[in-house]
């Protein structure tokens, strides 16, 4: 590989079926630890040379294990980790993670808020604010419903850095692709918004996806986003539902197989650098 390699989308924990409710019994080949030791052989497998590792529970004792693990492993070159932005005590948190260089942003689970579109209240309005200041980045975990409000948010704050996950979960499975396309396309002047190109097989069907399946998706979010504000993610182990990494790594390789090298560059590692700030 002519370039270094950066996943911008990955997780760890330690599975605890208590906390982690939303790995289901349909999910069992998730229902086990997945640690950095397993990824290294992974990554080392496929040429990765780093990733960002993000959330996957809503707690600040995530962000105490996902810091930690950075510190261990050289390899994780970022972390985004989660916090309340509609707490009073936002600023005091934000203050508190700035004093650690692996912490790059934060997220929220809003693709499963029953307000669909809680990230306009103000409270989360006030929060959002001080990320910047703080030179935090935010990632959109949302679904196709809530593209509109998200542009919204993007156009509140101009200056603020976000990123939406898994192309907002299209509805590939069922091939309805007209609503999230006009929806998604609407980001275009948005230059402060990219886009992650991660999580598609998840979106497809599990056992019988082709790599032509997600085609019209990539299409969309190459015309919306060029290839500077796009950034390949593995979303592993998640992926592992419906294709190993070396699967989901090569939908994106061959995709952009005929791009120059410097774009090809951009998005599986230069970009991922430039928007999370990584060292």
């Keep these: 590989m002519q370039y270094p390699i950066i996943d911008a989308h990955q997780h760890f924990w330690k599975f605890n079926p208590m906390r982690d409710g939303w790995i289901t019994d349909e999910m069992k ?3 086990k630890d997945f640690m950095p030791a397993d990824a290294e052989i992974i990554f080392n497998q496929n040429q990765v040379n780093g990733s960002v590792v993000v959330q996957a529970d809503p707690s600040e004792n995530e962000n105490d294990f996902l810091l930690d693990l950075a510190d261990q492993y050289p390899f994780i070159r970022g972390v985004v980790g989660w916090i309340d932005l ?5 600023e005091e948190k934000l203050k508190y993670y700035h004093q650690f260089s692996r912490m790059k942003g934060f997220r929220n689970l809003l693709q499963s808020e029953k307000k669909r579109d809680g990230m306009l209240d103000p409270a989360f309005l006030r929060g959002m604010g001080l990320l910047n200041k703080y030179g935090f980045s935010y990632d959109l975990l949302i679904l196709p419903d ?14 603020q850095r976000f990123v939406i996950d898994h192309l907002a979960k299209p509805p590939i499975r069922e091939g309805n692709i007209a609503d999230w396309q006009k929806s998604m396309r609407k980001f275009s002047r948005f230059e402060n918004v990219y886009c992650k190109i991660s999580g598609m097989v998840n979106e497809a069907d599990w056992k019988y996806w082709q790599d032509k399946d997600f085609h019209p998706y990539m299409d969309t979010v190459l015309e919306t986003f060029g290839t500077k504000r796009l950034m390949f993610g593995s979303d592993w182990p998640v992926c592992q539902l419906a294709g190993s990494y070396t699967d989901v790594k090569q939908i994106v390789t061959g995709y952009f197989a005929n791009f120059s090298i410097s774009e090809q560059a951009g998005v599986f590692g230069g970009n991922a650098q430039t928007f999370y700030e990584l060292d």
């Design 29 to 31: 080949e998730l229902q």
């Design 86 to 90: 509609t707490s009073e005590m936002a």
């Design 146 to 159: 809530q593209l509109g409000y998200s542009k919204k948010l993007a156009a509140i704050f101009p200056d």
